[in-house]
């Protein structure tokens, strides 16, 4: 069974910066990629920030082009999410998500095997 720890989420002022981590553990796992989602209360779990393993392409949601940077240290078994002049609509608890195996498509939940749990990030206006 593989385990996905994402740490890192706060409460942070508009125009701040947090940094979100995901570690992966378990049973031997290299994943085809790996990415972060978000949801809000009452809304749907919507793509954030995605990274191949292969060929290191990285895929983000329009919003936070500029602002989000996503990165693995391979070292560490991890992925990063470095959030940049976060706006109040960034609040959602943030999930981390790794793929087992290659989907042309990594911006929707189903190209996913593995999820973590979630961690709160909360901008204040």
């Known amino acids: 069974q593989v385990q996905l720890v994402e740490s890192g989420g706060g409460l942070v002022q508009a125009g701040g910066s947090l940094r979100l981590s995901c570690a992966a553990s378990?049973?031997?796992?290299?994943?085809?990629?790996m990415g972060w989602f978000r949801q809000a209360p009452g809304k749907e779990r919507e793509f954030v920030a995605a990274?191949?393993?292969?060929?290191?392409?990285?895929y983000y949601r329009d919003s936070v082009k500029g602002r989000f940077t996503i990165s693995r240290d391979n070292a560490k078994n991890t992925v990063s999410l470095q959030m940049n002049s976060l706006l109040p609509e960034d609040t959602a608890v943030y999930f981390c998500?790794?793929?087992?195996?290659?989907?042309?498509?990594?911006?929707?939940?189903?190209?996913?095997?593995?999820w973590g749990q979630g961690t709160q990030v909360t901008v204040s206006s």
């Open positions: 998500a790794a793929a087992r195996y290659y989907r042309p498509n990594v911006a929707v939940t189903t190209a996913y095997d593995y």
């Open positions: 378990g049973r031997t796992f290299s994943a085809a990629a």
């Open positions: 990274k191949r393993w292969t060929d290191a392409t990285t």
